[in-house]
């Protein structure tokens, strides 16, 4: 089954275009996607990064939601210090929760707020992580930030992008595309799309909580999706690319890596 976007990122937050924090109404289900996200794109990232060198400077992640890619990365980098960025005040408290609680990660993480258009970066990065995010991005705000990025990164620098398997707007009818059981109760997710404006998809995903096979609650939200491939990103940074669609003979979601 192609993959969909699996986070909400929100728009720039300045006056003219206040931040839209899709993240309160379904917050509190994201863990569930984010822990079997991790399970399936975590393997693949952990061998893409493993051999990047650490010492230019630090690894940034870009959307790093409640923190569980960002425990792939520092496990898969053990010397790297780490910047893990996230906009959304409701998932940056889990972020930095679940920094907080380890020693390791409480010493090498530093969680920042900023969406990808406007965050502070230093003068010198050794590898990106972009999971989630790049299809909330115009053609115009993905070419600023790949431009920002590469300037930061050594020869050889790695961008890691999470594809999410639409790389055109199409009619995506709606799946439901989880179920787990917590305690009396069973959470569904279902989501669909369909073309938006130009490049764009319009996705709407509903969260069911049903008990004793009953529906007690939905809780429902739409965001647009701006569709790519990672050749069209390669060409938007100048870089070249490889895609990842499988690890250890299995499939998994599609991972694009720019190499400077």
Request: charge should be neutral.
């Amino acid at each position: 089954m192609a993959q969909h976007p699996l986070t909400t990122r929100p728009r720039p937050h300045n006056q003219e275009n206040p931040m839209i924090d899709y993240y309160s109404p379904s917050a509190e289900f994201y863990e569930m996607v984010a822990t079997r996200h991790t399970a399936s794109s975590g393997p693949p990232l952990t061998r893409v990064l493993a051999h990047v060198d650490v010492s230019y400077g630090p690894v940034l992640e870009i959307g790093a939601g409640t923190g569980r890619i960002t425990e792939v990365i520092a496990a898969a980098l053990p010397q790297a210090e780490i910047i893990a960025a996230e906009p959304s005040a409701t998932m940056r408290a889990v972020l930095t929760s679940r920094i907080a609680r380890e020693a390791d990660l409480r010493r090498r993480v530093t969680v920042v707020d900023g969406s990808a258009q406007d965050l502070q970066l230093p003068e010198r990065l050794s590898a990106v992580v972009i999971f989630g995010v790049a299809g909330h991005l115009t053609t115009t705000e993905r070419g600023a930030l790949w431009r920002r990025l590469r300037d930061r990164l050594p020869d050889g620098g790695l961008i890691v992008v999470e594809l999410m398997g639409v790389s055109a707007p199409r009619v995506i009818p709606p799946v439901m595309s989880l179920r787990e059981t917590i305690g009396r109760q069973t959470y569904e997710w279902w989501i669909g799309g369909e073309p938006a404006q130009d490049d764009a998809m319009r996705f709407t995903t509903t969260w069911k909580v049903l008990r004793d096979g009953r529906t007690v609650r939905e809780v429902t939200d739409s965001y647009d999706w701006h569709t790519f491939d990672v050749a069209r990103l390669a060409r938007e940074a100048g870089m070249t690319s490889r895609r990842i669609t499988e690890a250890g003979g299995q499939a998994i979601p599609e991972i694009g890596v720019l190499v400077k």
